[in-house]
């Protein structure tokens, strides 16, 4: 090295300048994808656009596509979904097939939530640009890769060329100092970030989560928490890879192996952000005074802790927030300064690529292990991806679910969003392992408490919200 | 594309902030494999009551704001999912602009791809504004792309801000993607110093 004393960098500095292919002035940048992960609901038109143009995908071995949105979990039959997702999800294959892209295909044993496989297979690596026409790819930031979502002309765009037109965000630093205690999870964690920083506080932005919290979460827990960080409107989460990262890494599928192994390890350890680097913007919150939260609104920044009261609405002195929360009450039919302990739901549901991976499912299961589902109450329970399944079928969890009065379903998105068929109806209660509690998000009229899966088991258990650390 | 210069219109007001992709277009009409008729759908659960019957409440029903191109919305509008279908849904049913104090990231991206102009006001221009249209609903405003101006009341303009890039392509109606093509050569060079590295 030339330079003795580089000024310190970001991880986002450095995965961003990796990947500048060209920079024109006036011009944002063009960067390199490394992976890109399609799926059926936002990739059709994409494909079309090929087709029309007589284009090629440029790279076909870094692209990776699943079915995953529209899919049914009762059984993996296409005759379980209407006819125009049914149409969609063979789009998808017909397109794969004509355009040469891998496909883990509905009766694939590789198939799940894109977000749940692009990580047990070993696509996600360090340092990587990853990019996937749907805005939770934030999760693959967990790798201390840059991975954002981006919309269906962009997914064309990196098909055609392997490339995406960018303008580099600001970087900010959410730190999370000292250590939660048991019932505390890393859900709990991102739904008190984004009650901190509000549902636009990370606009513009790419946050970096750094402190000894965040360093002790295993890689499931620290992917919930880049998973939600587009809920705060960051289009990015980033950890920086350490020995967590590659143990998690090693052996599977694509990730490097002998010789390869011991260079990428060389390489991956350079990408994390240098001691001194500048953040634009820094917040920093203490994990030993969490506690399990929940939300009581209508986007996930409006949460709390399980104990606390529903704001009232003078608490608010913004009057757009304030008109905001009131909308949002009024939806959840919920009257501000009301506890939610003990209020009653119809639903749980464990899943989505927040919380949907084997340590999730075992925290759900050492709940209701010797229990039972509340009667009356419907409980879902959907792996992020077939081998998640298979691993808990192993591990006996499913007979837990089962035995507890739960459903035991096939992988997939499901009741996250809603299009397959799995959905709230309107006017139920849902507590829900997912990450958007939106109007109408997991069903036309249904409602969402959005919370970890150690709350929404016991919440399952007792029929009503339900502090988890009762029940440990 | 479709070409962007400059657009007078009268105005359709829709106050609440953060509204999500979800609410502009449910997930349960994603399973289309083209981009057409999703106007129909545009904000389809705010449209209609539980009958199914046109909720008279919400502004997209009321009669002022018919064939209006400009949407003035609250601000972090288009935050949450990537679908793209949300400024489809939008252009499908006529609108050309959005005018906020702020929109998500992925949302303005997806809009300046499809020659839907998001519009950047200050709160205090917002605020005029909604107070104007609140007064006439046939105000009519003017986005001019090329001065980068918003023009209401009696000649009142403010400016917003608008990259260049982007800007050169919504005048141009140009997609962005022939400019990444034009970059092939140093694609392939990319390409060439890290493939197998």
Known sequence: MTDSNPSPRTMLSKIWSDHVVAQEPESPAVLYIDLHLIHEVTSPQAFAGLREAGRQVRRPDKTFATMDHSTPTLALDLNLVNKMA?????????????????????????????????????????????????????????????????????????LATQC????????????????????????????????????????????????????????????????????????????????????????????????????????????????????????????GELEPMITYGTNPSMGMPLGDRIPTLDQFSDVDQRQSVEKALKYMDLEPGQSLLGHEIDVVFIGSCTNSRITDLRLAAGILDGRKVAEGLRMLVVPGSQSVKRQAEAEGLHEIFLKAGAEWREAGCSMCLAMNGDELEAGQYGVSTSNRNYEGRQGKGGRTFLASPLTAAASAVRGAITDPRTLL | MEKFRKLTSHVVPLAEKDVDTDQIIPARFLTVIDKLGLGEHLFEDWRNLAD??????????RPEVQGAQILLAGSNFGCGSSREHAPWALMDWGVRAVISTS???????????????????????????????????????????????????????????????????????????????????????????????
């Open chain 1, 86 to 158: 049914a149409a969609q999800v063979r789009q998808l294959a017909k397109n794969c097939k004509e355009f040469g892209v891998t496909l883990y295909d509905l009766q694939s044993d590789r198939r799940g939530i894109v977000h749940v496989i692009g990580a047990e297979l070993g696509l996600t690596q360090p340092g990587m640009l990853i990019v996937c026409g749907d805005s939770h790819t934030s999760t693959h930031g967990a790798f201390g890769a840059l991975a954002f979502g981006i919309g269906t002309s962009e997914v064309e765009h990196v």
């Open chain 2, 103 to 197: 929109f998500a990231d992925i949302f303005r991206n997806n809009s300046l791809k499809n020659g839907l102009l998001p519009v950047i006001v200050e709160a205090e221009a917002h605020k005029e504004l909604f107070g104007i249209v609140a007064q006439d609903p046939q105000a009519e405003v003017t986005i001019d792309l090329v001065s980068q101006t918003v023009s209401f009341g009696n000649g009142h303009a403010v400016n917003f801000p608008m990259d260049p890039f982007a800007k050169l392509s919504l005048l141009e109606g140009v997609d962005q993607l022939g400019y990444l093509l034009s970059m092939e050569g140093k694609i392939a060079a990319y390409e060439a110093s890290h493939d197998g590295s």
């Open chain 1, 164 to 287: 995406l037109l960018q303008t580099k965000q600001n970087s900010f630093e959410v730190r999370v100092e000292g250590k939660m205690d048991p019932g505390v999870t890393a859900k709990d964690i991102i739904l008190a970030v984004m009650a901190k920083i509000g549902v636009d506080g990370g606009n513009g932005h790419v946050i970096e989560y750094t402190g000894p919290a965040i360093r002790a979460l295993d890689m499931e827990q620290r992917m919930t928490i880049c998973n939600m960080t587009i809920e705060a409107g960051a289009r990015a989460g980033m950890i920086a890879p350490d020995d967590t990262t590659f143990e998690y890494l090693a052996g599977r599928e694509y990730a490097p192996s002998g010789k390869a192994w011991d260079a990428a390890i060389d390489h991956w350890r350079q990408v994390a952000t240098d001691e001194g680097a500048s953040f634009d913007r820094r917040v920093t919150l203490d994990a």
């Open chain 2, 52 to 61: 199914g019957s046109p909720n008279p409440e919400f502004v997209l029903n």
